[in-house]
């Protein structure tokens, strides 16, 4: 059975059914309680976990270090970074710490943490509170990444997380949050490392996920009406990526088109591009085209932050161009 819920409720969802599973999981963050957090996601579980809440100071570094011990004695922890961009403050704990610690102990010490962290443009928060930095994560052996599009796979990649024992990083785009879409009830799991066919196609593949999966969807039903058949791919995991989807998916069209918010130069976006051109180049009737924000940081303003990011517009535009229609 399914029913139709908002992205943050999803996440809420599997939050629940992790606390249940789980009696020795917790999450802690920065204003976690007040108003079930800065986006809403906890407002239904306090009343039935709250003695699971911790409240922290604005001190990244030292909760998150925290979170790495209580994860490799306990767990699974879950900690709310309020933006992604205050990653950059617990860098040495996630990057150092929490990605290597299995491996440096030859597999005795566990690390189900799960870092949840809100990103992305659209509600002109200005350019220290709307980096897309999963590319940042995704370089360091050790951590998963996923950024999920609906809310069906946001419950389902977190409920994954919850139930492994590897440090996962889940970045939230901030305009999903109200997001509605069907979603299982009850247990519902996602693999990491699968990504999801949105729409057939015979043209062109685009590839993109979170928030610019429905621009690539809204780009796709304008270019149908266009006699242009665009097939769209949403990766979800980012680390471990399905790189045998992306090249099925190339194959079938001859030509790929990769869209991400985040800033061009040594993106994801980048990544899927080079492994496309180095495994399915004979594939190809053209070469692999990328879109992605300019290598500037992000405008308050809201006229320019819409011009920043990649638009349904924009993807139209280049897919007419990798067609000769231009």
């Not at 990244?60 to 004695?73: Q, R, Y």
């Not at 979800?236 to 989807?245: E, F, I, K």
Request: charged share 20%; net charge neutral.
């Amino acid at each position: 059975m399914t029913r139709e819920i908002a992205f943050r409720d999803a996440i809420a969802e599997a939050l629940a059914e992790g606390f249940e599973r789980h009696p020795e999981m917790v999450l802690m963050g920065e204003d976690i309680l007040a108003q079930g957090g800065v986006f809403g996601v906890h407002r239904g579980l306090l009343p039935r976990f709250r003695d699971r809440f911790l409240e922290t100071p604005i001190a990244e570094p030292g909760f998150m270090g925290m979170a790495v011990g209580a994860a490799m004695t306990g767990g699974p922890v879950v900690v709310e970074i309020m933006f992604a961009d205050f990653l950059t403050t617990c860098m040495d704990e996630i990057v150092n710490q929490a990605a290597k610690m299995r491996y440096m102990t030859g597999g005795q010490a566990r690390m189900p943490l799960v870092i949840r962290a809100a990103c992305g443009m659209g509600r002109g928060t200005a350019a220290q509170h709307t980096q897309s930095l999963e590319a940042w994560f995704v370089h360091v052996p050790g951590l998963k990444v996923v950024a999920p599009s609906t809310p069906a796979d946001a419950k389902g990649l977190l409920a994954s997380a919850l139930d492994g024992e590897d440090p996962v990083l889940m970045f939230e785009h901030k305009q999903l949050y109200a997001l509605k879409g069907e979603v299982p009830e009850g247990r519902h799991r996602v693999p990491l490392g699968r990504a999801r066919l949105l729409r057939e196609g015979r043209d062109l593949t685009i590839i993109a996920w979170a928030a610019m999966a429905h621009r690539a969807l809204e780009a796709a039903e304008a270019l149908a009406a266009e006699g242009i058949a665009a097939e769209v791919l949403d990766p979800r995991s980012l680390s471990p990526l399905d790189t045998g989807a992306i090249l099925a998916s190339v194959r079938r069209t001859g030509r790929a088109l990769v869209v991400d918010e985040a800033t061009l130069r040594c993106s994801v976006g980048s990544e899927i591009a080079a492994t496309i051109g180095e495994h399915a180049f004979a594939a190809l009737k053209g070469p692999v085209r990328r879109l992605a924000s300019p290598h500037a940081p992000k405008p308050f303003s809201p006229v320019l932050e819409a011009l920043s990011a990649p638009g349904s517009a924009d993807i139209v535009a280049m897919a007419r161009a990798m067609l000769g229609r231009g």
